[in-house]
């Protein structure tokens, strides 16, 4: 079984995710450096002192070497202070996300429990707001109901086992801020065009909507992207468009450089492309389905430099014969089948249509 789906929370999300990907390769371990560290719970030391709920995975691949070798994973709720469990996402002003840190690194400090100076990080955003919380706001969030759908490369049968997961969710109304429904996905290449130097592996965060998009990361000590390919260089560099302004999923970004502008016509995220959203034919019994797999950039700031194909998730456009919960199945003699989600979230009724693996 690869294909799960029910409802849970932040925490519980985590706790999913690190004991899946733990579960799914001999090549993903448990990172502890004590047994009252990384526990995924309040019983965390750290808990309330310089993080919330946090697992630690690392995954290595001895027949490696470089930077593909080694990549410690962090699934946490961010950290702000005892009262506030937020990131904020832009430097020149208080605007703030709850949800899931996922942090990346190729090294690991056992003496201050925190990753190396090579740390990257993404986004996995459940609500946004531009003012801080309260403790019972924070205890609220973290209770907060979500619909998920998973998918997770553990089949031994695979030869994708251990290749990461992709997870669709979607949120309660919450007491905090905008609730948003998004995508996530932390996916291996199984190959790629030339040797760039960098990790094997891709990460890309989606949202429904964003509400407060814009301004900059110039002042945040701790930066992020929506698009990862480790450890290049994530677009977080406001002279080039940093992630507060390729915020949106957006199928006029392929091919585009910005123009500085901030303007939804010219924008997208930086480190991949989705040139042909997936739409159904008019004509064929049983009509077919037409689309490109997301191709992934080696610099994600740059997003000039193909490097692989994405084959956990794909986006694909309403209003064409495709609805949520329809299966998309690949031509014979391939097996693989994925299914079509569009979740609207309680900010916001703008759908993401994103199609997520749900069969091999």
């Known amino acids: 079984m690869a294909f799960y789906n029910g409802s849970s929370n932040i925490p519980g999300l985590i706790n999913l995710m690190a004991d899946k990907l733990i579960a799914s390769d001999p090549k993903y371990t448990n990172t502890y450096s004590a047994a009252t560290r990384y526990t995924g719970d309040a019983n965390d030391v750290d808990y309330g002192v310089t993080c919330y709920q946090r697992r630690v995975t690392r995954w290595e691949d001895p027949a490696k070497s470089g930077q593909e070798k080694t990549m410690y994973v962090v699934f946490q709720v961010p950290f702000w202070d005892t009262n506030q469990a937020m990131f904020q996402y832009r430097g020149d002003a208080g605007y703030y996300m709850f949800g899931i840190e996922v942090i990346v ?5 056992n003496t201050n429990n925190v990753p190396g100076t090579d740390a990257q990080r993404t986004l996995v955003m459940m609500a946004t707001y531009s003012a801080g919380m309260s403790a019972l706001q924070k205890s609220q969030l973290m209770a907060t109901n979500i619909a998920y759908w998973l998918w997770v490369d553990d089949d031994s049968s695979s030869p994708d086992k251990g290749n990461g997961l992709v997870i669709m969710m979607k949120p309660d109304a919450t007491t905090w801020g905008y609730a948003l429904s998004c995508c996530f996905n932390m996916e291996k290449l199984t190959s790629k065009e030339f040797s760039d130097g960098y990790s094997l592996w891709h990460f890309g965060s989606f949202v429904n909507a964003f509400p407060i998009y814009g301004g900059n990361q110039n002042a945040l000590t701790k930066k992020w992207a929506w698009i990862l390919h480790p450890w290049a260089l994530p677009a977080t560099d406001d002279t080039l468009g940093d992630a507060n302004d390729f915020f949106y999923l957006n ?46 950039h080696a610099e994600p700031r740059y997003n000039n430099k193909p490097i692989g194909i994405i084959q956990h998730c794909f986006p694909w456009k309403e209003g064409t014969g495709i609805i949520d919960q329809d299966i998309i199945s690949e031509p014979s003699p391939s097996t693989t089948k994925y299914v079509c989600l569009a979740k609207e979230s309680p900010y916001s009724s703008v759908k993401l249509p994103m199609a997520i693996k749900y069969a091999y």
């Open 105 to 109: 690194s190729s090294t690991w400090d």
């Open 251 to 296: 199928m006029n970004w392929w091919g585009k450089i910005s123009s500085g502008t901030n303007t939804f016509s010219d924008q997208g995220m930086r480190g991949i492309d989705y040139p042909v959203w997936a739409a159904l034919s008019q004509g064929g019994s049983p009509p077919n389905v037409y689309f490109t797999k997301g191709i992934c």
